[in-house]
């Protein structure tokens, strides 16, 4: 009967006395150059989008 209590209290302390240790960093070399690349595809979808709305609003101006 003693047993079980002292198991208790082993189990507990063993459960606190751990200690807490960070994951390493996990770096993705593939994924990071996709990355840039999807970036850069953005950039320029976006620059070709802004320069046709100019142009439209330029054409705009001179019908009005």
Do not use: G, H
């Not at 950039?43 to 019908?63: L, R, S, Y």
Request: glycine content about 0%; charged content about 15%.
């Amino acid at each position: 009967m003693k047993r079980i209590p002292m198991a208790i209290c082993l189990t507990a302390l063993l459960c606190t006395a751990t200690t807490v240790r960070a994951q390493w960093v996990t770096f993705d070399p593939s994924n990071l150059a996709q990355s840039i690349v999807n970036t850069t595809r953005n950039v320029i979808q976006t620059t070709t989008t802004a320069e046709n709305m100019v142009k439209n609003f330029q054409e705009t101006v001179k019908i009005y």
